[in-house]
């Protein structure tokens, strides 16, 4: 069982930045490919981005391409989300999920075995 606490969540002005980070409770890091998605009020669950087990790839929704990052440190167990130029729009719980022996850079909910408890991110106008 890995457990995953995202942190770094809060109120930011539209066109500021926020800086996801997420831990997970396991010494085999590298065995999960990662993701982070967002759930808006009354929308589904959808995918941000996402890195393979060894950082090597990572894949990014078209709406936050040249504006999010992704990136993992697999000493440390952590994978962050770095988000510049934020929108309202994007106003969300932001969660960080993974995927035990994931290959490459999962795209579907269902890929992911292990989930955080989420964070806010409020992004005001």
């Known amino acids: 069982q890995v457990q995953l606490v995202e942190s770094g969540g809060g109120l930011v002005q539209a066109g500021g930045s926020l800086r996801l980070s997420c831990a997970a409770s396991t010494r085999t890091f590298s065995n999960y490919a990662m993701g982070w998605f967002r759930q808006a009020p009354g929308k589904e669950r959808e995918l941000v981005a996402a890195i393979s087990r060894g950082g090597g790839a990572t894949y990014y929704a078209d709406s936050v391409e040249g504006r999010f990052t992704i990136s993992r440190d697999n000493a440390k167990s952590t994978v962050d989300l770095q988000m510049n130029s934020l929108k309202p729009e994007e106003t969300a719980i932001y969660y960080c999920?993974?995927?035990?022996?994931?290959?490459?850079?999962?795209?579907?909910?269902?890929?992911?075995?292990?989930w955080g408890q989420g964070t806010q991110v409020t992004v005001s106008s």
């Open positions: 999920a993974a995927d035990y022996y994931g290959v490459g850079t999962p795209k579907r909910i269902s890929q992911y075995d292990y």
